[in-house]
């Protein structure tokens, strides 16, 4: 049923400057066409995916577990580097749990480098001391309301010879499903981060499969992490072959495209990075001549042809811009849809040394793209080279709402809303007959958006005499 207002009338009246995160439906006869109009634009661009409806198994755990990890942040440069390693050294203070909530975000990505604190073998027994420092990280995330995702990072030696240190890898998720397992249901435990060089997808998959059950055992309801190997490539998740009877796992992939924008300048990939200067999105108005790329003695073929591309093609196919990740996290949706497992972004980001427009354009549309999908995501980083915040604060300013956009608000039929915000975010919907002070806000609703945009219907509509509705996320 869609219940009518009785003034006939439901345009936006749209106060986001004033309050953020809330968006508000009013009632002027006048505003009427013209705020359908652009609205209707808004819903086209937004439109959600066809096949939505057609997920196999839509309410398996981890589907219920993955809305609670939809928008998270990387933890970086703490404890996935060993004492005194320069690209370490960061700690995360109980202020920084309190800012990362009050932004908005929903969970944490804690990468630990469990091995580097693993004895001799065959019980490749972990340190308490680094226990002791993941558990401050986990407490602090978690007495919050903040959901964790806790990964094995930089397992290198593992990567490059997984036969050779299976056991360890048992091993240390061993010790560490044990250690945790009487967390909640909002910890979780990811494999490993980035699996590349000899762990390929399919030399993971029973390790994977190995591993799973070993951490069962102690944690029968543990959401777990998985991803495919090539550092979490989309292109690898066809190669992904998990334990068909266990539903608690979601898959993680990682997505740094358009590589050679969110790199620039990243000393740890030189020298086909050294470019710096490159906006997003392209082309730029003063192309980047191919004796720049030379100078910078960069070779290969490929980063010639990407940038060939950057200066001239229009944004629509610019590798320098949504072109480079649209199709690809279309294709991570599809997977998902079609296999029954929830995906999870779990790195993306773009490094410091950007334009800092472009980085905020960057994020914008990637986490647009992504919320417009239903995918979870965890950005790369909170405060370190592709920092979300800097001094305290979002940096660039445009940063926040380039995560965190205020709901928008559409009236497709008279009496009922359409919020249009991110699966997983819980919105209240208050009602109040005037806008004159004081005003008197009834709330109406709370509802949790399961997909990218929820009609709403108020009931009792028609029962009042007109009147303007707020709607409100709840971080
Ligand atoms: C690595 C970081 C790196 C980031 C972006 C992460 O997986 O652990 O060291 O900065 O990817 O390249």
Same mark, same amino acid.
């Given at each position: ?6 003034? /006939?009338? %439901? ?10 995160n ?6 002027k006869? /006048?505003?009427?066409?013209?705020? $359908? ?22 309410d !398996?755990?981890?589907?219920v ?39 908005? =975000? ?17 019980? $490749?027994? #972990?340190?308490?001391? #680094? ?17 964790? %995702?806790?990964?094995?990072?930089? =397992? /290198? ?5 997984p036969?050779?240190?299976t056991? *360890?890898?048992?091993? &240390? ?31 993971? /998959?029973?390790?994977?499969? *190995?591993?799973?059950?070993? &951490?069962? %055992?102690?944690?029968p309801?543990? !959401? ?9 490539? #989309? ?38 990075? +050294? &470019? ?11 192309? &980047?001549?191919? !004796? ?14 990407? =940038? ?31 296999v029954?497992?929830?995906?999870h972004?779990?790195? $993306? ?16 549309e990637?986490?647009?793209?992504? *919320?417009?999908?239903g ?13 979300? #915040?800097?001094?305290?604060?979002? *940096? ?12 928008? %608000?559409?009236?497709? +039929? ?5 919020i ?15 806008l ?19 009609? $709403? ?19």
């Open positions: 049923m869609t219940p009518t207002f009785k003034n /006939n009338s %439901l345009p936006a009246d749209d106060r986001r400057a004033v309050a953020r809330q968006c508000w439906l009013g009632k006869f /006048n505003l009427l066409v013209a705020l $359908f109009a652009l609205n209707a634009a808004i819903s086209r661009t937004i439109a959600a995916p066809a096949a939505a409806e057609s997920i196999p198994s839509r !398996t755990p981890a589907h577990a993955a809305l609670r990890f939809m928008r998270g942040i990387n933890l970086g440069n703490d404890l996935e580097y060993a004492a005194g390693n320069g690209a370490g050294g960061l700690t995360y203070s109980a202020a920084d749990f309190d800012l990362i909530r009050a932004e908005g =975000f929903d969970h944490v990505r804690i990468p630990v480098a469990w091995h580097l604190y693993a004895g001799p073998a065959p019980n $490749f027994t #972990i340190t308490n001391s #680094i226990f002791t420092r993941a558990d401050a990280l986990v407490n602090n995330a978690l007495n919050r309301g903040l959901a964790v %995702l806790l990964d094995l990072h930089h =397992f /290198n030696e593992f990567t490059a010879k036969t050779a240190n056991n *360890e890898f048992y091993a &240390i998720w061993k010790q560490v499903a044990a250690h945790y397992a009487s967390r909640p249901a909002n910890f979780a435990l990811e494999l490993l981060n980035e699996p590349n060089d000899a762990a390929t997808t399919t030399v993971l /998959n029973p390790i994977y499969a *190995e591993t799973i059950r070993l &951490i069962r %055992l102690t944690n309801g543990r !959401t777990i992490f998985v991803g495919p190997g090539e550092f979490n490539s #989309i292109d690898q998740l066809s190669f992904l072959s998990l334990p068909k009877t266990d539903l608690n796992l979601i898959v993680t992939v990682h997505c740094y495209d358009p590589y050679y924008f969110t790199h620039q300048g990243a000393e740890w990939a030189l020298p086909d990075t +050294a &470019i710096t200067g490159v906006l997003f999105p392209g082309p730029p108005t003063l192309p &980047i001549p191919a !004796t720049d790329l030379t100078q910078k003695k960069i070779t290969h073929t490929w980063v010639f042809d990407w =940038f060939k591309d950057y200066n001239v093609k229009p944004t629509s196919v610019n590798p320098s811009s949504s072109f480079a990740f649209r199709a690809k996290l279309q294709r991570a949706k599809t997977w998902s849809d079609r029954g497992r929830p995906i972004v779990g790195e $993306f980001g773009c490094y410091e040394k950007a334009d800092a427009q472009s980085r905020v354009n960057f994020y914008r990637i986490r647009t793209q992504m *919320e417009t999908l995918l979870g995501w965890a950005m790369w980083d909170w405060k370190a080279g592709f920092h979300y #915040i800097k001094n305290g604060r979002p *940096e660039p300013a445009g940063m926040r709402d380039a995560m965190f956009p205020p709901p928008v %608000l559409n009236s497709p +039929a008279l009496g009922s809303f359409e249009q915000g991110a699966a997983g975010k819980s919105y209240r919907v208050s009602r109040t007959p005037s004159s002070a004081p005003i008197d806000w009834t709330a109406i609703a709370t509802q949790m958006l399961t997909a990218p945009v929820m009609i $709403f219907n108020d009931v009792d509509a028609t029962n009042q005499a007109g009147g303007y509705y707020r709607v409100e996320w709840l971080k």
